[in-house]
Structure formats: C-alpha cells, structure tokens
C-alpha cells in the first residue's frame, strides 16, 4: 500500500491503525457498523451474492432490507467491500482485510 525506503516503526504503525479506528468510529453510522460487523460474521463462512449478504444480515438484524442494501453500497464506495455489479452479477461478496480489522475492533467495543 505505501511505498518508502523508510522503515515504519511498530509504534508508529500502531498510532495509524488506532487513528484509522477512532475516525471509523466516528464517521460511521450505527447502522453501518452493524451491517458491516453482521457481513463479516456471515462471510467467514459463506460465499455470498451482496444480494444474499443484504437479506440474511436484515433477517439478522432489525435493520429493513433498503437500509441493508444502501449500506453495503456505502461501504463498496468506501472502498471496504466488493462484490459483483451489472457486468459481473453473481460474483461473491468479500470484505477487505482493512474491514475486516474494522469489524474486530467495532466487535470488541
């Protein structure tokens, strides 16, 4: 991702990774967040559609099924999650490794 002849300390690697979370957590709505921790829950351990994903993680939440689908479409922007569009229907949804940190931290909350 960063390209440097520098090394980066441990330490300095940790302060960006803990700025990265609290920014996460302060920009992003509950809503989002649920949706992002409940995505990451059920796509440990299947491969889904972001159409699936949308309608199991409603079924799984008091959050409507729009609201689902419109948050997954933030969090694609965000750059957090891919999954299939008009030229690739059907490809599986996935989180990036960076959503997945974010869906641990937002857990461990």
Known sequence: MFSSDRKVSTTSFNSLAASFFRLADARMSDTQKTVLKLSCQLLKF??????????????????????????????????????????RKGEHASLTREARMLADYFEQE
């Open 46 to 87: 299947n491969d889904l559609t972001v159409t699936a994903l949308a309608d199991l993680v409603s079924r799984r939440s008091n959050v409507p099924y729009s609201t689902v689908k419109w948050n997954l479409r933030s969090l694609k922007e965000m750059g957090l999650l891919t999954c299939g569009n008009l030229l």
